[in-house]
């Protein structure tokens, strides 16, 4: 963190101010192409704690020196935490997560947004066929649990019914009325 790092108050008028700050801070930076604001401050619900989260993809893949000195250099800039993730690098949730709910701010080309899209697009298509299995099979698990919790409390009916006194002190079953 930077020695000029200076919290701010937070409140929307300032995620507003915030965010055009960064806009107009990420248009200078060279060899970028496309940058999302994403999370708790895109969603204007932020706190005194929360971090930037910025999402960006430049003209090659970024290594962890550039993108260290460029989280630096926001940080500087906005005195906040910033952290700030390579979409070219990143997929499934987090890369869904920032293209549908994170708000653009820069787009220098067209053609690498429809890209990010149609990966994102493809490994939901890709996910999809497991998670319907997955429910599938949830519900037919909870269906065999309700039969047998079903058959297993016919069975005790009879317990129930002749031994009333006995089976509330098990703490089983409150005593059956009928």
Not at 6 to 22: F, K, W
Not at 69 to 89: H, I, M, N, P, S
Not at 102 to 121: E, I, Y
Request: glycine share 6%.
């Amino acid at each position: 963190m930077s020695a000029s790092y200076r919290p701010r108050g937070l409140n929307a008028v300032d995620d507003e101010a915030l965010q055009s700050e960064l806009t107009n801070h990420l248009r200078r930076v060279p060899d970028l192409e496309l940058a999302w604001l994403f999370g708790s401050v895109a969603a204007r619900r932020s706190g005194p704690r929360s971090d930037i989260d910025v999402a960006v993809v430049m003209q090659t893949p970024i290594d962890l020196d550039r993108r260290i000195t460029l989280a630096q250099a926001l940080e500087a800039e906005l005195g906040r935490v910033v952290d700030l993730v390579d979409l070219r690098q990143t997929s499934g949730v987090l890369l869904a997560e920032v293209l549908t709910k994170g708000k653009l701010l820069v787009q220098h080309d067209v053609h690498l947004h429809a890209n990010l899209l149609t990966r994102m697009w493809g490994e939901e298509a890709d996910f999809m066929p497991q998670y319907r299995a997955m429910l599938a099979q949830r519900r037919m698990v909870s269906n065999l649990m309700s039969m047998t919790l079903r058959s297993m409390h016919e069975s005790l009916a009879p317990l129930r019914q002749h031994c009333p006194i006995l089976w509330h002190k098990v703490g089983l079953f409150a005593p059956h009325a009928g």
